[in-house]
């Protein structure tokens, strides 16, 4: 093909008539183009009614599934109340071990950490150590060039090329960037703008739900409502106390416990004592 339009070109009379050829197959290329579009956006305005019914749809069946599984769990906590107390019961089980394992591990980790730090240290030392004689290498051959002669010129020249030049890197690399920013501002202001609506129609839905929920189920919400709030409580309180108070507060807690055990011992003691007694007489 190129060797046929090399011919015609170089042949008397054949330049004009490649160019209307070329400019025919330009004008039937952009027809098939606005023609492809046109068929694209009628089948799309043909099928607008089908997309939004689906979503409607979808939406819907979405929402009675989540309604269907929250119906089924409650009617399982009624119907089978053992069984959810046996999987809360392991539950704060689970968690009061993984809580046990994280206070043991409390002091190794501390001892991990001193030992990683100690590492660290050695480490940074021995970084400190060769800045420093690469730092004395690089000032000895900056003293040797500016002794030399005619060096310093030279040092300075080749020092204001390359300030120059990565100047001249900075002030384009934020040409770039904002050219990128024009370019895309729209994309980022319908992106923006999309989110925005996505993030509000998100919200009015969960208020509806949890306006309908309290509407419907008042104790379960209450419960749950009272639920969290405790549990956001003891986290705040948790977060406020120190490790230092946490571990005074436990060894008060075993100081009582311990004085309330040799309570009942002293007491358990006398009523054998009494009971000895009686048998006695």
Same mark, same amino acid.
């Given at each position: 093909?190129?060797?046929?339009?090399?011919? %015609?070109?170089?042949?008397?009379?054949?330049? +004009?008539?490649?160019?209307?050829?070329?400019?025919?197959?330009?004008?039937?290329?952009?027809?098939?183009?606005?023609?492809?579009?046109?068929?694209?956006?009628?089948?799309?305005?043909?099928?607008?009614?089908?997309?939004?019914?689906?979503?409607?749809?979808?939406?819907? @069946?979405? #929402?009675?599934?989540?309604?269907?599984? !929250?119906?089924?769990?409650?009617?399982?906590? *009624?119907?089978?109340?053992? $069984?959810?107390?046996?999987?809360? @019961?392991?539950?704060?089980?689970?968690?009061?071990?993984? =809580?046990?394992?994280?206070?043991?591990?409390?002091? =190794? $980790?501390?001892? #991990?950490?001193?030992?990683?730090?100690?590492?660290?240290?050695?480490? %940074?030392?021995?970084?400190?150590?060769?800045?420093?004689?690469?730092?004395?290498?690089? &000032?000895?051959?900056?003293? /040797?060039?500016?002794?030399?002669?005619?060096?310093?010129? /030279?040092?300075?020249?080749?020092?204001?090329?390359?300030?120059?030049?990565?100047?001249?890197?900075?002030?384009?690399?934020?040409?770039?960037?904002?050219?990128? &920013? *024009?370019?895309?501002?729209?994309?980022?202001?319908?992106?923006?703008?999309?989110?925005?609506?996505?993030?509000?129609?998100?919200?009015?839905?969960?208020? !509806?739900?949890?306006?309908?929920?309290? *509407?419907?189920?008042?104790?379960?919400?209450?419960?749950? +409502? @009272?639920?969290?709030?405790?549990?956001?409580?003891? %986290?705040?309180? &948790?977060?406020?106390?120190?490790?230092?108070?946490?571990?005074?507060?436990? #060894?008060?807690?075993?100081?009582?416990?311990?004085?309330?055990?040799?309570?009942?011992?002293?007491?358990?003691?006398?009523?054998?004592?009494?009971?000895?007694? %009686?048998?006695?007489?």
């Amino acid at each position: 093909r190129r060797a046929l339009q090399d011919a %015609l070109l170089n042949s008397d009379g054949s330049k +004009s008539a490649l160019e209307q050829q070329m400019a025919l197959r330009a004008a039937a290329e952009k027809e098939e183009r606005i023609e492809l579009v046109r068929r694209q956006a009628l089948r799309r305005l043909q099928h607008r009614g089908l997309s939004q019914g689906w979503t409607t749809w979808l939406d819907k @069946y979405l #929402e009675e599934t989540r309604r269907k599984r !929250m119906m089924q769990s409650a009617a399982s906590r *009624l119907t089978r109340p053992q $069984l959810t107390a046996c999987v809360s @019961y392991w539950r704060r089980h689970w968690q009061a071990t993984l =809580q046990a394992r994280a206070d043991k591990s409390h002091a =190794q $980790l501390l001892k #991990e950490a001193e030992e990683r730090c100690v590492g660290l240290e050695d480490a %940074l030392e021995q970084v400190r150590a060769g800045f420093k004689a690469s730092d004395e290498q690089r &000032r000895a051959l900056q003293d /040797a060039l500016l002794n030399s002669d005619g060096s310093k010129s /030279a040092l300075e020249q080749q020092m204001a090329l390359r300030a120059a030049a990565e100047k001249e890197e900075r002030i384009e690399l934020v040409r770039r960037q904002a050219l990128r &920013r *024009l370019q895309h501002r729209g994309l980022s202001q319908g992106w923006t703008t999309w989110l925005d609506k996505y993030l509000e129609e998100t919200r009015r839905k969960r208020m !509806m739900q949890s306006a309908a929920s309290r *509407l419907t189920r008042p104790q379960l919400t209450a419960c749950v +409502s @009272y639920w969290r709030r405790h549990w956001q409580a003891t %986290l705040q309180a &948790r977060a406020d106390k120190s490790h230092a108070q946490l571990l005074k507060e436990a #060894e008060e807690r075993c100081v009582g416990l311990e004085d309330a055990l040799e309570q009942v011992r002293a007491g358990f003691k006398a009523s054998d004592e009494q009971r000895r007694a %009686l048998q006695d007489a």
